[in-house]
C-alpha cells in the first residue's frame, strides 16, 4: 500500500528517512512531499540573544526549524567560535525543553542537552516545564516562528513562568506543492493514507488532495501527527483515521498501520 508524508525528507546526508524506513517495516511504500517553505528572520537578534545566556532561565524548542535558525547562524565563523568556546557550555548548565524527537535531535547537534523530548505537544510540555521552574524567575528564550500557538505561553503564563519569544521563522505553502501532488497522484495513483505533520500542512494541501482524489477520497485514510492538527482536519470536516501517540517516526508508522487495518481506529 502507498502512504503520502506531507513532510520534508530527511537531509540525505543524515541516512536514511526514519519515516519511510520504518513504513517500509510494515511493508508500505512512502513518498515524502514538502507541504511548506520556510524563511528565516531575525538572525542577528537571535545569536544577540544567545550571545546572553546569563539574561534567561534556559531555552524552549517547540520546531526543528528554530534550531536550523541557530545552525545558519553558526555557519558565521566568529559565532561559530563563540558559541564552542564558551556559550554553548553556559547553556548547557540550564535547561533546553523541547518537543519531539527531531527537535530533540537538533538540539543535541548544537551541543546542548533536550528535556521533555516525549512530551509530544504544547500542553504536556507546559506541565513538563511547570513541574521543574519556579515562578516569577527569569524568561526562558523560546525562539519561534510566526504562526506558533498561544498554549505553551499561556499555559506557563498562569503559573508565573514567562517565555521570551522571538519569532525566528515564517511559513509558507511551499512552491512546488502543487505540482509535486499532480505528479505523485498520476504516477501513483491514490494512497492509501496521507499523513499530516501540521496545522498549516492542512491548510496548504488538503484542497488539492481532495481535488485529486475525486470521488475516492473518502478510501482514504487521514492520519494526524498530533492533537491539534486532527483538530484542524475535523475542522475541515475530514474524517480522522487516527492519530500518533507522539511525534515519532515508529508511533507515525504504526498509527499509519492501525489506520489501514480493516477495523481501524
Request: net charge neutral; proline share 6%.
Amino acid at each position: 500500500m502507498k502512504v503520502l508524508l506531507l513532510k520534508e525528507p530527511k537531509d540525505k546526508d543524515s541516512g536514511p528517512d526514519p519515516y519511510i524506513k520504518e513504513l517500509g517495516s510494515y511493508s508500505l511504500e512512502a513518498t515524502l512531499i514538502p507541504a511548506l517553505s520556510f524563511k528565516f528572520t531575525s538572525l542577528d537578534s537571535l545569536f544577540e540573544k544567545l550571545s546572553h545566556p546569563e539574561c534567561y532561565r534556559g531555552l524552549v524548542f517547540t520546531s526543528p526549524r528554530a534550531l536550523e535558525a541557530i545552525k545558519i547562524c553558526l555557519k558565521e565563523k566568529s559565532k561559530k567560535e563563540a558559541w564552542s568556546k564558551s556559550l554553548k557550555q553556559m547553556w548547557n548548565i540550564k535547561p533546553t525543553y523541547v518537543v519531539g524527537k527531531a527537535t530533540a535531535s537538533l538540539v543535541e547537534e548544537i551541543g546542548l542537552v533536550p528535556q521533555g523530548e516525549m512530551t509530544g505537544n504544547a500542553e504536556k510540555l507546559a506541565e513538563y516545564i511547570s513541574s521543574r521552574e519556579k515562578p516569577n524567575s527569569s524568561a526562558l528564550l523560546f525562539p519561534c516562528g510566526a504562526l506558533k500557538r498561544e498554549v505553551l505561553p499561556a499555559e506557563l503564563e498562569k503559573k508565573g513562568i514567562h517565555l521570551e519569544s522571538l519569532i525566528v521563522y515564517h511559513t509558507a505553502q511551499h512552491p512546488d506543492l502543487q505540482e509535486s501532488l499532480s505528479s505523485y497522484f498520476s504516477q501513483q495513483g491514490i494512497p492509501a493514507s496521507v499523513v499530516f505533520f501540521s496545522s498549516s500542512g492542512v491548510k496548504s494541501c488538503l484542497q488539492h488532495i481532495q481535488k485529486l482524489s475525486g470521488d475516492l477520497i473518502n478510501q482514504v485514510k487521514f492520519v494526524a501527527i498530533g492533537p491539534t492538527t486532527a483538530k484542524t482536519l475535523r475542522d475541515a470536516s475530514v474524517a480522522v483515521s487516527c492519530m500518533a501517540e507522539s511525534p515519532t517516526a515508529q508511533d507515525v508508522a504504526a498509527a499509519i498501520h492501525t489506520a489501514l487495518q480493516p477495523h481501524s481506529c
